[in-house]
């Protein structure tokens, strides 16, 4: 989490809202984050830590993992009307990439931005190639766009 | 997702029992989209209503308020205090 704070102005920037959650009370959030968290990132985590105790709202997401009692690594990416278009889940043990995750949200607000017109190939990356899906580009994506080695 | 099949515009609730002694209590909101499958891709995000922690205050967290302001990043993590 205190990855994605050290980042938080960056997605405030791209229009991006965090919500975090995990089975832990919202006193618990209080604690790790004034004891802990806010001597990583100054002032501490700037968004709602959401209490899911029971883990219904893991349970829903699919990130519930009932033996254990606590929620999986799940980042899901929702645009402004309320849909989901990325998500990521994990086991604990591997730390997320938040550079992958921005470079997905530039990718979606890119093709949101254009209706469509656009699409990001694999790898693409911000001011990167794009590729504009019509009749004409069956078959002959070769000619426009090539995987980097 | 198994286990997570409701009826179709069903409403969850759950009641957290707050360490003040104050019931809070978490609403989750299954659209018919998402009712059977859970959360998938280009479907509507399922929403939730959960207490949270807020900059030094304990508040409430509700998911459809967060899109009606823009794109939002949902964060799931195993637990606080944990090392990754």
């Given at each position: 989490m205190a990855a994605v704070a050290a980042r938080y102005q960056e997605l405030r920037d791209l229009d991006v809202n965090i919500i975090s959650v995990s089975v832990d009370s919202q006193f618990t959030h209080k604690v790790w984050d004034e004891q802990e968290l806010s001597k990583m990132v100054e002032?501490?985590?700037?968004w709602k830590m959401a209490s899911d105790g029971a883990g219904h709202v893991g349970k829903v997401y699919g990130v519930y993992d009932e033996d254990a009692g606590v929620e999986m690594r799940g980042r899901f990416l929702i645009d402004p009307d309320g849909v989901i278009q990325a998500m990521e889940v994990m086991t604990p043990p591997v730390g997320r990439n938040i550079d992958e995750a921005i470079r997905q949200i530039k990718a979606f607000q890119l093709v949101r931005e254009t209706g469509g017109k656009e699409a990001t190939p694999a790898g693409w990356t911000p001011g990167g190639q794009t590729l504009k899906p019509g009749p004409d580009l069956v078959g002959n994506v070769w000619k426009v766009w090539k995987p980097a080695k | 997702m198994a286990g997570c099949a409701r009826p179709t515009g069903a409403s969850v609730s759950l009641h957290v029992e707050g360490l003040d002694g104050h019931d809070e209590e978490t609403t989750v909101t299954e659209k018919e989209a998402t009712t059977m499958s859970g959360a998938r891709v280009g479907r509507p995000a399922p929403d939730f209503e959960a207490p949270a922690y807020y900059k030094g205050e304990f508040t409430t967290v509700k998911l459809s308020e967060s899109v009606g302001k823009g794109w939002t990043l949902l964060c799931f993590y195993p637990g606080d205090f944990t090392f990754v």
């Open positions: 002032g501490g985590i700037p | -």
